[in-house]
């Protein structure tokens, strides 16, 4: 079992930069690939970023590639969200999520249903 806690969010102008961090707690971070999604007002949860358990593969959604960067330390198990050129669009809850991956025995996904835990969330907020 593993839990996990979002920090990092905050208000910022379009254009400004933010690093949000995923600390976890447990032994077997290792054993999990981590994804970010992001919920705005009024829409459905969705996808931000994925990395799998040694940070050799990565994968984000068309609308933040280029601009955000998913990286991870498990020395620390932390996992950080990297956010460059913030736009008003990037408003939202940002939530990390955890998918027990422990012998690399499946792909890394995007699919929320198989995130098993969650953190609470973290608000960014990104004015015009």
């Known amino acids: 079992q593993v839990q996990l806690v979002e920090s990092g969010g905050g208000l910022v102008q379009a254009g400004d930069s933010l690093r949000l961090s995923c600390a976890a707690s447990g032994r077997t971070f290792s054993s999990y690939d981590i994804g970010w999604f992001r919920q705005a007002p009024g829409e459905e949860r969705e996808f931000v970023a994925a990395?799998?358990?040694?940070?050799?593969?990565?994968d984000y959604a068309d609308s933040v590639k280029g601009r955000f960067a998913i990286s991870r330390d498990n020395s620390g198990n932390t996992v950080y969200l990297q956010m460059n050129s913030l736009k008003p669009e990037d408003t939202a809850v940002y939530y990390c999520?955890?998918?027990?991956?422990?012998?690399?025995?499946?792909?890394?996904?995007?699919?929320?249903?198989?995130?098993?835990?969650w953190g609470q969330g973290t608000q960014v907020t990104v004015s015009s």
């Open positions: 990395i799998n358990w040694n940070g050799g593969a990565t």
């Open positions: 999520a955890a998918d027990y991956n422990p012998f690399n025995w499946k792909p890394l996904t995007r699919l929320q249903k198989e995130y098993d835990y």
